[in-house]
């Protein structure tokens, strides 16, 4: 692993001994765009080519220059004293800088992932964690955490929720796993997990579900990946049919994205694969439909231009396009259509025996 | 020309009413009573004198009301003696006195110390209209028509009766000649009330002392304004000038070198039309139209003589008086093709883009100025030079229409500003792209000031008092050419202007983060407060190092040492005044209106 806390000070040494000998001083940190990922399925995520951008004393950038040491300050004084600081309270530290305040936390957000991807770590191992929740376990697992207090170890039994669930934490690793389940699920909307849930989909299946609620965290990325990897259970992903299921939670899900692309190397699951709902299951199951929006097929056209996955994929590019061509997008509940239990006993079962109805 | 062209109806007046009186009893002799009424009619019909049609026309002439008609008089009587001066390379010493004499009426006394006026001629110079030496010649002069100053001597007669009275002497050892004269305004005659030889102590010079009816106010288009700038685009020229109320201004010259004498020269064929032609073809004394072409007209050698008529079809042996209406118009059209070098320019003394530039900047204490002399071109066979200059930003005001200066020949144009083809061109320019707001159409608004002098054997006014230049395309389009120059300049000094301020605005945003850098660093590698000012003062030469140095373009109100602020001041001193009534105009206007409001509630 890296020594961020040693990159932090020997940027800013660096940085001290060109200002010493008049030189222009200056950080460079990768783009985070799709436009500066390749994707080889060999490797399995989003790699980084090397653009970076320049930071320096030029009226475009002295402002986030600025920031960044002011960041990078702050970081260097949480790993010190091994505190962590959410993205929200960063924001209001910054309140303390004067005219390198930020005005709006999405600044803020943006030079932290900045300073992530120029020190190419996760931003936990920098001091600084997200507000957002990691998703939600049901299932034939045991997660073995620790006390927070005592440091004991902690069994949590993912069964024994009733209508709950476990909820993964914002930093998983450290967790350790016992399963005897046979796959994944990963499923998109928290409606669908409480249907699956609610009639122990589970213990039918012999599974593991997990609700993404949306783009999956990097949290919930990496608990799906460290739970795959060592218990080698497949994952098969469940989400709505339309261009955000597809493009932004199932591409995000199993190569990473573009803006965090720095650490999709451990936050991706390249062995997840598509179970639906696919294009082709609006056709097969006679799904009801809602017409696609400008943003759809604006996303669509993006997606087949610009996204490096798509563009690997001779499946996705048809499966999209025919998307596009029927003007139609099916979210997962609409299989309710045909009974509220029809995804327990028809499609699941189904599309599970049938692997050749699944996309990459 | 405007001004020629009524002057001679006027002169042809009187057959043209004949002929008409003639035709009508014709048509009408069937019906008796009507011819009766005709010959009754024809009783009432007789010549109209020149004198009598300008005085009852007198806002012609300059003579709209009382304070124009004190202006327009010491005008006419200073551009004249400035004339005289200059052509006789005199350096012009004047001296111009009004004395309040109450009931509004001035008495205006003009001397000067030019070659004077021999005894014969001088009551018809100054009690005859229409008598002058400049009409008739194609040479750049102040005055052009012989109108001026008699009509000055009428107006005076006119409104209080009196004589005007004229000294002048041409030789030292010579007496002086007395006058006084009035116009006998029926027959455009002198009338002399008084002859006389006297001693005066003076070597030589004219000095005429009037009395008339006038207003006089300070300010902008007053007898003050008029002077100054009069002195600012005649540098050589010493004015002494005592006002009603009795302050003494005197604008003494900058330079001891007169203008270069302009030569008189003859048309110039480019321009001249049809009817000029014919009348020219008519009047020579020359024998073929080769000898025509090249005696009658400047730049037309034997060769181009030639190719005129061979382009006209016409032989250049034929005889001027053979050549018909149909002939003339192939000569005109053969004249356009025919390449004939513009006309000689000794002929017009421009005033130079550099006197005045240096004039514009003792009036105004600007940011930037610039200048250009155009080459000098044609209008209507009339060689023509235009100047301009500009000054821009410093203490000028900056939300107001710009600030133009017309001169024509060396003389200040205060009136018709609107009609005039130098308002003209200044419209038509795109102001915008120099970096000034401008409504389409509009002259642009912003700190300005343009000065436009335009040179010519012939000015074309737009009437008699000289006001305005008539809008001819030649013109407009030249007075726009030099404009554009000046606005070219402008617009690089704007962008430059700009540049820096951009760069600056950079330099000091950059600047602003420059501690935080500082503060930064001192955090995380825990640096003293010592290194820490070292890493600020490294930034700061670092940033310099690498945007290089910044030209200063403020405006320093001290730069300009050729500014004179209480030359500056002079015939803007009313403005203030009126401000001050207008604000209590409109304090009164709404005290009114709360009133009506208050009765209404």
Not at chain 1, 204 to 212: E, F, W
Not at chain 1, 288 to 311: A, S
Not at chain 1, 320 to 329: A, F, G, H, I, V
Not at chain 2, 61 to 66: I, S, V
Request: net charge positive; hydrophobic share 35%; charged share 30%.
């Amino acid at each position: 692993m890296s020594n961020p806390l040693k990159d932090i000070k020997d940027i800013s040494k660096e940085i001290y001994e060109k200002i010493l000998k008049k030189k222009l001083p200056s950080l460079n940190m990768p783009i985070r765009s799709l436009q500066n990922v390749s994707y080889d399925p060999k490797v399995g995520y989003f790699e980084m080519i090397g653009k970076a951008k320049e930071r320096t004393l030029a009226a475009s950038t002295i402002k986030t220059f600025a920031q960044s040491l002011r960041m990078m300050s702050l970081s260097k004084e949480l790993i010190e004293t091994d505190d962590i600081a959410t993205k929200r309270e960063t924001y209001y530290v910054s309140k303390n800088w004067g005219e390198a305040r930020f005005h709006e936390q999405p600044e803020s957000d943006t030079v932290m992932d900045d300073i992530e991807a120029m020190l190419m770590v996760n931003r936990e191992q920098i001091g600084f964690i997200p507000e957002e929740k990691g998703g939600d376990v049901a299932g034939r697992l045991v997660v073995i955490d620790k006390d927070q207090e005592t440091n004991k170890e902690l069994r949590i039994d993912c069964t024994k929720f009733g209508s709950g669930a476990y909820s993964i934490p914002a930093s998983v690793e450290h967790l350790k796993f016992e399963t005897d389940a046979k796959f994944i699920l990963a499923i998109e909307t928290a409606g669908m997990f409480q249907r699956l849930v609610k009639h122990k989909y589970w213990q039918k299946a012999n599974c593991i579900l997990i609700s993404m609620g949306g783009v999956p965290t990097r949290a919930c990325r990496r608990f799906i990946r460290r739970l795959s990897d060592e218990r080698k259970l497949p994952v098969y992903v469940f989400v709505d049919c339309d261009p955000y299921g597809i493009g932004n939670i199932y591409r995000t899900l199993k190569v990473g994205s573009g803006n965090a692309a720095h650490i999709n190397k451990f936050f991706c699951v390249p062995q997840a694969k598509y179970l639906g709902v696919t294009p082709q299951d609006i056709i097969d199951y006679n799904l009801p439909t809602h017409p696609l929006l400008e943003i759809d097929v604006k996303k669509i056209k993006d997606l087949l231009k610009n996204d490096p996955f798509i563009l690997h994929y001779k499946e996705w590019q048809q499966a999209l396009k025919q998307l596009d061509s029927m003007k139609k997008r099916a979210e997962q509940q609409a299989l309710a259509k045909w009974g509220l239990n029809f995804v327990i006993e028809k499609y699941l079962p189904d599309k599970l025996k049938n692997p050749k109805t699944w996309l990459p | 020309m405007v001004q020629k062209t009524l002057v001679e109806e006027l002169k042809k007046g009187k057959t043209a009413d004949e002929n008409e009186i003639k035709e009508d009893s014709k048509l009408r002799s069937t019906d008796d009573s009507s011819k009766a009424k005709a010959h009754e009619m024809a009783k009432l019909q007789r010549e109209i004198g020149v004198a009598e049609f300008f005085a009852k026309n007198r806002h012609l002439l300059g003579f709209d009301n009382k304070r124009k008609a004190l202006l327009t008089t010491v005008k006419e009587a200073v551009d004249n003696s400035l004339d005289a001066c200059e052509e006789a390379a005199i350096l012009p010493e004047i001296s111009v006195e009004m004395v309040d004499m109450g009931n509004d009426r001035f008495r205006v006394i003009v001397e000067d110390n030019g070659p004077g006026i021999v005894k014969k001629q001088i009551p018809n110079i100054f009690a005859k209209l229409l008598y002058g030496s400049k009409f008739h010649r194609l040479r750049m002069s102040r005055g052009q028509q012989g109108i001026g100053i008699s009509a000055s001597v009428m107006y005076s007669q006119l409104t209080t009766g009196k004589a005007s009275k004229i000294v002048s002497k041409i030789h030292p050892k010579e007496p002086a000649n007395y006058y006084e004269l009035q116009i006998d305004t029926q027959k455009n005659k002198p009338e002399i009330l008084k002859e006389a030889t006297l001693d005066w102590n003076k070597e030589h010079g004219t000095r005429i002392e009037l009395d008339l009816e006038g207003t006089y106010q300070k300010g902008t288009q007053s007898v003050d304004q008029y002077l100054k700038q009069t002195a600012i685009v005649n540098p050589h020229v010493t004015i002494i000038y005592t006002t009603p109320k009795a302050e003494q201004i005197i604008f003494p010259r900058a330079t001891e070198i007169l203008p270069k004498i302009p030569h008189e020269i003859k048309p110039h064929p480019y321009g001249v039309e049809l009817g000029v032609l014919i009348q020219m073809l008519k009047n020579t004394q020359t024998k073929t139209l080769q000898q025509f072409f090249g005696d009658e007209f400047s730049r037309v050698g034997p060769g181009a003589a030639k190719q005129i008529c061979e382009i006209a079809r016409l032989l250049p042996k034929t005889r001027p008086s053979e050549v018909t209406i149909e002939m003339a118009d192939r000569l005109i059209q053969a004249i356009k093709e025919t390449k004939i070098i513009a006309p000689p320019t000794d002929c017009i003394s421009p005033i130079g883009a550099e006197l005045l530039e240096k004039g514009l900047k003792k009036e105004i204490n600007a940011e930037f100025y610039c200048s250009v002399t155009r080459p000098p071109e044609v209008y209507r066979g009339n060689p023509f030079i235009i100047e301009a200059a500009l000054a821009y930003g410093g203490e000028q005001e900056k939300e107001v229409p710009m600030n133009i200066l017309r001169y024509a020949n060396r003389v200040p144009l205060l009136f018709q500003q609107g009609a005039c083809a130098t308002t003209k061109a200044v419209q038509q320019t795109n102001w915008r792209s120099y970096g000034l707001s401008q409504s389409s159409g509009a002259v642009p608004v912003g700190p300005i000031t343009l000065v436009v002098h335009m040179a010519s054997v012939w000015v074309p006014f737009t009437s008699e008092s000289k006001e305005a230049i008539a809008h001819y395309p030649e013109i407009i389009k030249e007075i726009r050419l030099a404009i554009q120059e000046c606005g070219r300049k402008l617009g690089m000094y704007m962008a430059k202007k700009k540049l820096i301020g951009d760069e600056f605005k950079k330099r000091s945003y950059i600047e602003i983060y420059i501690p935080h850098v500082a503060d930064a660093l001192k955090e995380l590698i825990g640096l003293k407060e010592k290194d820490k000012e070292q890493v600020e003062l490294n930034l700061h030469e670092i940033l310099e190092k690498k945007r290089g140095k910044l030209d200063k373009l403020e405006f320093d109100a001290s730069k300009n040492a050729e500014f004179d602020e209480e030359f500056a001041k002079i015939g803007k001193e009313i403005e203030k005044e009126v401000k001050e009534e207008v604000k209590e105009e409109i304090k009164k206007l709404k005290g009114e209106k709360d009133e009506y409001q208050d009765r209404l509630d």
